[in-house]
């Protein structure tokens, strides 16, 4: 008899969820999406960087250290990012600029996210993200978008994105990443 077996295919749940990002629809058909299981020591990881960044960025962020608990307790954490491989061109304005060629002569501003990058390529990890949700729930598991797991693996050098996204995922009696203090 096998109790509370729930969780044992959760690295089979992770990659269908990570499925759904992948093949979630791209302008123009082209695939800049980047994504990653962060196994147990890379989620170490990640928690740790974390609570450092949250030392180092002051008490408005002291939410990445309620975060880190949650990654640390989660089953499984996903990252879901886009490296950009350049414009669309279609001179849309969105970035700011009035032509694509305007926004690629801007100097690459690495932070917590790198940019500036083609406004069409948020688009792509928005879609992308909301079809990782949607797949979650549909397979009953936990989620939360996080931009403190994505900003911070990113930091740490594990991802190699211009933006990434943590999704840590839970299969439990209530979901731990909502009601949180």
Same mark, same amino acid.
């Given at each position: 008899?096998?109790?509370?077996?729930?969780?044992?295919?959760?690295?089979?749940?992770?990659?269908?969820?990570?499925?759904?990002?992948?093949?979630?629809?791209?302008?123009?058909?082209?695939?800049?999406?980047?994504?990653?299981?962060?196994?147990?020591?890379?989620?170490?990881?990640?928690?740790?960087?974390?609570?450092?960044?949250?030392?180092?960025?002051?008490?408005?962020?002291?939410?990445?250290?309620?975060?880190?608990?949650?990654?640390?307790?989660?089953?499984?954490?996903?990252?879901?990012?886009?490296?950009?491989?350049?414009?669309?061109?279609?001179?849309?304005?969105?970035?700011?600029?009035?032509?694509?060629?305007?926004?690629?002569?801007?100097?690459?501003?690495?932070?917590?996210?790198?940019?500036?990058?083609?406004?069409?390529?948020?688009?792509?990890?928005?879609?992308?993200?909301?079809?990782?949700?949607? $797949?979650? $729930?549909?397979?009953?598991?936990?989620?939360?978008?996080?931009?403190?797991?994505?900003?911070?693996?990113?930091?740490?050098?594990?991802?190699?994105?211009?933006?990434?996204?943590?999704?840590?995922?839970?299969?439990?009696?209530?979901?731990?990443?909502?009601?949180?203090?």
């Amino acid at each position: 008899m096998l109790f509370n077996h729930e969780k044992h295919d959760i690295e089979t749940m992770a990659a269908l969820i990570l499925t759904a990002a992948r093949t979630a629809p791209k302008t123009k058909g082209i695939d800049d999406i980047v994504t990653a299981f962060a196994e147990a020591e890379d989620r170490e990881k990640i928690a740790a960087k974390m609570e450092e960044l949250a030392d180092l960025k002051g008490e408005k962020f002291a939410f990445l250290k309620r975060d880190a608990g949650n990654v640390r307790q989660a089953d499984a954490l996903l990252l879901i990012g886009v490296k950009s491989s350049g414009v669309e061109g279609l001179n849309c304005g969105a970035c700011g600029h009035a032509e694509c060629n305007e926004m690629l002569k801007q100097n690459k501003l690495y932070h917590d996210y790198d940019g500036p990058i083609c406004a069409f390529k948020h688009i792509d990890l928005g879609i992308a993200l909301g079809a990782a949700a949607a $797949k979650a $729930k549909d397979l009953c598991i936990d989620s939360r978008m996080m931009y403190s797991a994505g900003m911070a693996t990113k930091q740490a050098g594990l991802i190699d994105a211009d933006v990434a996204i943590g999704m840590p995922l839970s299969i439990s009696g209530k979901n731990p990443f909502f009601d949180r203090k």
